[in-house]
């Protein structure tokens, strides 16, 4: 005999709703008000008690193969449920338990994910319509948009796609139920193997236990078996894209079929599809691969190795503007500069710990006579060893060594990218020598410096994380728990003192000690991790770091480390993004362009261009034989901030017209005016021109 019990159903608002066991999430929603069941996308379940029995919901998951290459994503997308965290059902899913529930809008970044899913579905539903011999593997949602791939012996061509994408439409208007079924396992099994439904016999042998009963949805005539969630319906997938199709091997290995992964993507408007694809286009155009060639700026030369940098003249100018200011702006600081080498003895390595937890990450080392030597993937060791050189008392500190030092990581070989992610970098390290009682104003400090160097670059936003450690997993940190309590709280005090708003990341902190990174917002909305402010307990000990404190008494320095551009390589491409290439005058390689009329106006160019250069100005003459016009389109190209252009009229002034980079109108004004405009532009590193 069956009784309905009644379950609570907490919400987010604190009410507690007591209903009839089975009653649906959407029937709740409803309750509430049928605008917030029409707004729902999926529920969010937090089970009130662990061990609490699970929603209805048959299917299971858990079998494990050994020793098989599986995509992440089907793992992520078939592996059992986790019956004691929040997890997301279907609005139609009856409740058994007493429950939290949520129900989840639009806004939410899970109800894109389940859009994108159903979207991955709907894809399915179109290509068997139209393709009927098609076998199906699996469609999840990436982060991106969604995937789904097919066996199918013919390609995909691109017409295929535009009718895929047609089709999908007539699926989304029919705007079919989602429905959740149960089937048997060996039934389904059986009937997935006589239809040659190679993939999906796989999923099921391998993500679903004997015995238990597999869970599928169901659109119209489309049956796909598939854990869910889903929106309510395939109306619901309001904007969706295919995108393109790409070739990969089943369970990724090459001896096996060939299947055909087409891309796509959805949103919940059109609009917001639209912005999607504007941002990517936008992000295509300042690509700082394409603008680095395009502007000659570096290069990565294929005889030489994937991930080392070649900075050609202008990206060099770029580069030294770059390493001047830093430099200077550090000596005002009172760091002190210091040059060390690029390679040293494994013993160094040993000694700092390098050789042991960081030996995957380097170079490997190479023999000379006397012993073996490794390329330096860091300069904290070398900076310790010019500490270590003298002895040190109280009065010595704050010791602050800054250096463009040149760095060499292992990067595996197709991870390599532009100038984001190489083999040889400059990092603009520094490593700070003090005394405990030091230490915040020290970290001070080096938070005020990061601000400059990200406003003076012309960047406006940032997000501050602070990385801490996990105090429960011992064994993966150095230090005494006060070392950490001390560091945590000091780097803790300084960002409140400072008002600078910021997020704890537990046990994101370096094994070494806790620290604060800094992370640019760029102009398209892009967060780039770039400055970062270390403790670290760990070098000081190793190498027996001294000072001799006021007591007479020896004492250990705290020891931290910190960069700010992070890499110059890399804050170099993320500049020549977030300015698609446009330079503001101080960074720009050539600041004005000199484009005389014609011949007759050589000399005038020659007298204009000394004057220019004295005045320490970057300039250039196009002096070919080629129309004025083209002259000036070529230095537009280059996206030249001043293009000056010169004839009779002006040379009898002392003159030039004037041509400002995203500008229309011109003014000719004396080359003393320009100078003086121009040098003062310069000199505030304004972004303006
Ligand atoms: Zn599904
Ligand atoms: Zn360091």
Redesign the pocket.
């Known amino acids: 005999m069956m009784s309905t019990q009644s379950i609570a159903i907490h919400l987010p608002d604190g009410t507690v709703k007591e209903v009839p066991q089975g009653t649906t999430p959407l029937e709740i929603a409803n309750s509430i008000s049928p605008r917030l069941a029409a707004a729902s996308v999926v529920a969010r379940l937090t089970p009130l008690t662990t061990g609490a029995p699970r929603a209805a919901d048959g299917a299971s998951g858990g079998g494990k193969a050994e020793g098989e290459a599986e995509d992440d994503s089907a793992a992520a997308m078939y592996a059992a449920e986790n019956a004691a965290g929040p997890r997301l059902v279907d609005l139609s899913t009856p409740l058994m338990a007493d429950t939290k529930l949520e129900l989840i809008k639009e806004n939410d970044p899970d109800a894109l994910k389940v859009v994108r899913h159903s979207a991955a579905h709907v894809l399915a539903t179109a290509v068997l319509e139209l393709f009927p011999e098609t076998k199906l593997g699996h469609g999840p949602a990436t982060d991106a948009g969604f995937f789904y791939d097919f066996y199918r012996e013919k390609p995909f061509t691109p017409e295929d796609l535009a009718a895929i994408e047609k089709k999908m439409a007539e699926v989304v208007a029919r705007d079919e139920k989602f429905v959740r079924e149960y089937e048997p396992r060996e039934q389904a099994l059986a009937e997935f193997e006589k239809d040659s439904d190679f993939m999906k016999t796989h999923f099921v042998t391998r993500f679903t236990e004997a015995g238990s009963q597999v869970s599928f949805y169901r659109n119209g005539k489309f049956v796909d078996f598939c854990r869910g969630p889903h929106v309510p319906s395939t109306g619901r997938v309001k904007a969706v894209k295919v995108t393109k199709v790409a070739g990969a091997y089943w369970l990724g290995d090459e001896k096996n079929p060939q299947l055909q992964r087409i891309y796509g993507t959805a949103f919940f408007s059109k609009k917001e599809m639209d912005e999607h694809f504007a941002r990517l286009e936008e992000a295509a155009r300042r690509d700082h691969r394409v603008l680095g060639k395009q502007l000659d700026l570096f290069s990565i030369q294929e005889l030489a190795g994937a991930g080392l940098i070649f900075w050609h003249p202008k990206g060099g100018i770029i580069r030294k503007v770059m390493e001047d200011w830093m430099k200077e702006e550090c000596l005002r600081r009172g760091y002190q500069l210091v040059y060390t080498p690029h390679v040293a003895r494994v013993n160094l390595w040993q000694t700092s710990g390098h050789e042991g937890f960081y030996a995957g990450n380097m170079f490997t080392p190479m023999e000379l006579d006397d012993a073996m030597y490794r390329m330096k993937p ?3 060791p070398f ?1 310790i060893l010019i500490y270590k050189n003298s002895p040190k008392s109280y009065r010595d500190l704050p010791a602050r060594y800054a250096e463009l030092g040149n760095v060499y990581r292992y990067e595996r070989s197709g991870t390599m990218h532009g100038l984001l992610r190489v083999r040889g970098f400059t990092q603009d ?1 520094a ?1 700070i020598f003090c005394m405990p009682s030091q230490i915040e104003d020290e970290v001070a400090a080096c938070i005020d410096f990061a601000e400059v160097v990200l406003k003076t670059f012309g960047f406006s936003e940032f997000k501050v994380e602070l990385s801490t450690w996990d105090p429960k997993d011992r064994a993966h940190y150095v230090g005494s728990d006060e070392n950490w309590q001390f560091a945590t709280g000091s780097l803790e005090k300084v960002l409140k003192q400072k008002g600078i708003p910021y997020k704890t990341i537990p046990g994101e902190a370096a094994f070494y000690g806790p620290k604060i990174d800094v992370k640019l917002v760029d102009v398209l909305g892009r967060l780039w991790q770039l400055s970062t402010v ?1 403790f ?1 307990f760990n070098l000081p000990a190793r190498f027996e770091l001294e000072y001799v404190g006021e007591d007479g008494g020896r004492h250990q320095p705290v020891m931290v ?1 910190r960069a700010l551009f992070g890499s110059v390589e890399r804050f170099f491409g993320v500049l020549i993004e977030h300015y698609a290439g446009a330079f503001p005058l101080w960074l720009a390689p050539v600041q004005a362009g000199l484009v005389p009329i014609s011949e007759k106006h050589t000399a005038y160019a020659a007298k204009l261009e000394a004057e220019l250069k004295a005045a320490g100005l970057r300039v250039e003459t196009d002096a070919r034989n080629e129309k004025m016009n083209a002259k000036i389109r070529d230095f537009a190209l280059q996206k030249t901030p001043y293009i000056l252009v010169f004839g009779d009229k002006e040379e009898a002034a002392g003159a030039v017209n004037v041509r400002t980079r995203g500008k229309t109108e011109q003014s000719s004004m004396p080359l003393a005016e320009f100078i003086a405009k121009a040098k003062g532009l310069v000199a505030s590193q304004s972004t303006e021109l």
């Open positions: 860091m300069n904290c900076h390290d490593h270390q670290d480390h």
